[in-house]
């Protein structure tokens, strides 16, 4: 549940459920923002809420059973629930297994949403309420934000319905993107993670268009976009740490190299690859797939040698023979990938893939995901230990009471690792001063397969 806000007498509040990736929690955002707006308070609970949102994630069935159970549990502890997201797609499945939901709405369907709570829970008309400017709603920790781009996707790869959930790439525009990623370092974002479903792509809907931003144009481009949000102060002339996810691996990818060598941006690339095998990537219909990724990979570093290169890989795709995924793991041998998440390959209703001939036994899909982890593992192990000796900066996301002994400890993260999915730095003998959000120097003294542990210098 999303945490409380100052309340005015009779005024409505709203509970909110996100589930689902970082886009989802962007969407649940903006909703409880205009919800806001139109003078409703947050409620950190079921029990206080006059109406429960639950923003639900459609993608794969594990995750529409982990939201039928999450709208049930709303229903249980309040009954008074509107249910919206990607899930929000297959409302009558919802009503099938939960007729006493009062409405349902789907992904970016804001304006429904909105006037679902309208109906369900008619705010109340305070007079001061509208004329409070209020910051935006966030729901990560103060220190970073997910700056959204783009919705949509123009691809139609294999095993996804996010084109048909979430329509054609439309892109935002610079300026308002822009905008928005000041307003958050200015309320104390130190960290901005660059979200959309395909964040190379940003702009190729509006041709680029141009908008002027601080006396520049500035063109709707990854580049563009990375080096102004490297112009951004969080005091003392630091730029913030920006991380570029979903980055398909386009040609003008190279681009932006350069400027995490400079210092602009952060050296890290989320780049989801999903297989190695040409075979597999076109039976998966992937975009960017081309041969010479490892010659890049090379080059990057040559340019940045700090760089980080996260991916995301499935194992088990239908018609994937032992040599295919064999080519897989050498590869992944080769690539020497910072941070790897690896997943079996699961049917999503409504997906291409489902029809492809030759799927592959759950006993095979899970064999080869436990031989691709042990990989993966190892060179994750061999990079970290590679990091041990050195000082590396430390964004904080945590800091503990003191134990008996009086030493605070605290959790933080390197440049390498962005929140959620990476891993962490633990950090010993931190001071009771140190809050999250602050950036440190820490002495890398020990590692194992996916975290690292120091103390601050
Ligand atoms: S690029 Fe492929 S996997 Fe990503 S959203 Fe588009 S269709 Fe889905």
């Not at 990375?226 to 002339?237: F, K, T, W, Y």
């Not at 075979?279 to 760089?307: D, T």
């Not at 690792?417 to 950090?427: C, N, R, S």
Request: some cysteine; glycine content about 8%; hydrophobic content about 40%.
């Amino acid at each position: 549940m999303s945490t409380s806000t100052t309340s005015i007498p009779d005024q409505k509040k709203v509970g909110m459920v996100s589930l689902g990736c970082p886009k989802a929690l962007v969407d649940s955002e903006r909703i409880l923002t205009r919800l806001r707006a139109d003078g409703y308070a947050m409620s950190p609970d079921y029990a206080g809420a006059d109406v429960v949102l639950v923003n639900t994630c459609g993608f794969l069935d594990s995750a529409k059973e982990e939201s039928l159970q999450a709208i049930g549990e709303a229903i249980a502890e309040n009954g008074r629930v509107i249910v919206t997201g990607c899930m929000g797609e297959e409302a009558d499945a919802i009503r099938a297994a939960h007729p006493s939901v009062l409405a349902v709405t789907g992904a970016h369907q804001y304006e429904a949403v909105v006037e679902a709570v309208h109906e369900h829970a008619p705010p109340s008309q305070g007079p001061y309420i509208d004329l409070i400017p209020q910051p935006d709603v966030k729901l990560t920790p103060r220190h970073y934000s997910y700056l959204k781009i783009s919705e949509g996707c123009n691809h139609s790869c294999a095993f996804c319905i996010i084109p048909d959930l979430r329509g054609k790439l439309a892109s935002r525009r610079i300026d308002a993107v822009l905008r928005e990623a000041e307003k958050l370092v200015a309320a104390g974002t130190k960290e901005l993670l660059v979200i959309s479903q395909d964040t190379s792509a940003y702009g190729v809907d509006t041709r680029h268009e141009s908008r002027n931003w601080k006396g520049r144009e500035v063109r709707a481009h990854m580049t563009d976009l990375a080096r102004e949000l490297g112009q951004l102060d969080i005091g003392g002339g630091m730029p913030p740490w920006v991380r570029l996810h979903y980055v398909y691996p386009y040609p003008h990818v190279d681009a932006v190299i350069p400027l995490m060598a400079e210092g602009l941006l952060t050296p890290y690339l989320d780049i989801p690859f999903q297989h190695a095998s040409p075979k597999v990537l076109k039976s998966m219909k992937r975009p960017a797939n081309e041969a010479k990724v490892l010659e890049r990979l090379k080059n990057w570093r040559e340019i940045c040698p700090e760089i980080a290169i996260r991916s995301s890989f499935v194992v088990g795709f239908p018609g994937e023979t032992e040599d295919d995924f064999r080519y897989l793991l050498d590869w992944l041998e080769e690539a020497q990938l910072d941070r790897v998440g690896a997943f079996r390959f699961e049917p999503v209703e409504g997906a291409q893939a489902n029809a492809l001939p030759d799927p592959l036994p759950e006993e095979v899909k899970e064999e080869r995901f436990a031989r691709v982890m042990e990989v993966t593992e190892r060179i994750s192990t061999a990079k970290l230990e590679a990091k041990v000796g050195k000082t590396i900066p430390v964004i904080i996301d945590e800091v503990g009471a003191p134990d008996e002994d009086g030493d605070i400890g605290a959790t933080g993260r390197s440049q390498a690792d962005a929140p959620e999915i990476d891993g962490a730095v633990f950090l010993r003998d931190a001071s009771s001063e140190l809050k999250p959000g602050a950036i440190v120097s820490a002495l890398i003294e020990d590692s194992d397969a996916h975290d690292l542990f120091g103390t601050i210098v």
